[in-house]
């Protein structure tokens, strides 16, 4: 009898919510926020980040052009060339650049990185009554409760002045390894059974090392991996403020709230498959081609797999081919171009050039593939998820810890756009709705008819 109720409440649920598609066009609506022609509606100003994918002509029409990426003004692929002309991590002058809005001297740089060593470790008590007492099936998650725990820890969490919140966002920037690192040791353990290992933060190490040295059983890794996962962490620190997550922070911020409910509702948008989670799509997809192809060298095979995944008979039925497209880049994105190098080297010394081949044949092969089989004529270069994937498969990081390090590294985003929102934020973002509900006149109880 429940089981019968519950699916006709299912149904109903359905049909109350059902909105004739034509009306988006009457009433002008921008689903998703985009125009017509797939460009972002402008909701606001930023100086933080800017991401460049396309140029407009005079008729409105888009045109395809070579990405770009800013952060506060300076291209990433500059900051990246100038961090590996030195040999040296680049992650916190990236989170220095966002935060303050102008690169460090070799001074401020260093200044910033001994305050963030002095905040990694968590406080005293918060691994074993906030994160091992109740484990998550899902990091991100956990990642969200602890972020709204440690608001219970901080002696001044409501005050929403600069200095603040820059020394809630300071700590939240150092935190944020150990954070995603013990959450993972819970679930290990109260979850899936598994010894654990709770490793001590280094704070002489930046945000890369300390990662692999949380995570990692044994705490040991190469330079090299630190510095490709480094490589990582600053292309994924911004990506202007139009994403779902940073636009989450402005919309959540201009409330007047705390810091830590923007930042647990930022992570909660990026939890999404949509936007941050796609990167754990690509490596469970990319594990079920290798389940069903048994020579990944085989180009024809992989065609035919890649023609059942568009298809939806593999793969998780979606028909999507993950790690391909993207919202704004049109012939190709700077973070994916920048890291697919890295990766290469990567796959070289782990004796893995054959896996990485299968990435670069989805790159080359599978746009094609949607248009032969979908008749879809939007350009889908690889995304920044395609070889982060490989990268973070390739360096041993488990599959759920994906998106919590993506999280990591956009923090320092998150935390500039919050600053920035409530420097400027003059009013609470309240957007309209058009209502099409037509009126509908209340009916006493006793003359109601069950359906």
Not at 195 to 207: E, F, K, N, Q, V
Not at 433 to 447: D, G, I, S, T
Request: glycine share 10%; hydrophobic share 40%; with cysteine.
């Amino acid at each position: 009898m429940e089981n019968d109720f519950t699916q006709k409440l299912a149904r109903r649920l359905l049909a109350c919510n059902e909105i004739d598609p034509a009306l988006y066009g009457k009433w002008d609506v921008k689903r998703g926020l985009r125009n017509a022609n797939g460009s972002g509606v402008v909701v606001g100003l930023t100086r933080v980040g800017d991401v460049q994918g396309y140029a407009v002509n005079a008729q409105g029409e888009k045109l395809p052009i070579g990405g770009k990426l800013f952060y506060r003004g300076v291209d990433v692929e500059d900051i990246v060339a100038g961090c590996r002309s030195e040999n040296r991590f680049g992650y916190e002058e990236a989170s220095y650049l966002l935060l303050f809005g102008e690169l460090p001297s070799r001074e401020q740089l260093r200044a910033y990185e001994l305050l963030l060593g002095e905040k990694r470790t968590l406080p005293d008590g918060f691994i074993r009554d906030m994160i091992l007492t109740a484990p998550s099936g899902n990091i991100m998650n956990k990642l969200a409760r602890s972020v709204l725990a440690l608001y219970s820890y901080d002696k001044n969490p409501d005050d929403t002045s600069a200095d603040n919140v820059l020394r809630q966002s300071i700590d939240l920037i150092a935190y944020f390894p150990a954070l995603i690192a013990a959450a993972y040791q819970a679930k290990q353990m109260l979850m899936n059974r598994r010894s654990i290992y709770l490793h001590a933060p280094d704070p002489a190490r930046g945000t890369a090392e300390n990662i692999l040295l949380l995570t990692r059983p044994d705490g040991a890794f190469t330079d090299f991996e630190a510095k490709l996962l480094d490589l990582c962490l600053i292309l994924h620190a911004e990506h202007g403020g139009g994403n779902n997550s940073s636009f989450t922070t402005h919309v959540v911020t201009s409330t007047g709230t705390d810091t830590y409910s923007a930042v647990a509702a930022a992570v909660g948008s990026l939890k999404g498959p949509k936007h941050g989670g796609a990167n754990i799509e690509v490596i469970e997809m990319i594990e079920g081609l290798k389940r069903h192809v048994r020579d990944v060298t085989d180009e024809r095979a992989l065609r035919e797999y890649l023609i059942k995944l568009l298809k939806g008979e593999a793969g998780d039925g979606s028909g999507l081919i993950y790690g391909l497209g993207h919202a704004v880049y049109t012939v190709s994105d700077p973070r994916a171009v920048l890291l697919k190098g890295m990766a290469r080297k990567l796959a070289a010394e782990k004796g893995l050039l054959d896996d990485f081949g299968i990435y670069e044949y989805i790159e080359k092969q599978a746009p094609s593939l949607c248009l032969e089989i979908k008749g879809a004529g939007k350009s889908m270069p690889a995304n920044v998820d395609l070889y982060s994937g490989f990268v973070y498969k390739a360096l041993g990081i488990p599959n759920e810890l994906a998106t919590p390090i993506f999280a990591t590294a956009r923090i320092s985003g998150w935390c500039a756009h919050r600053l920035e929102e409530l420097g400027e934020g003059a009013r609470i973002m309240r957007p309209a709705y058009k209502c099409v509900q037509p009126f509908v006149r209340y009916v006493p109880l006793a003359e109601r008819i069950q359906p």
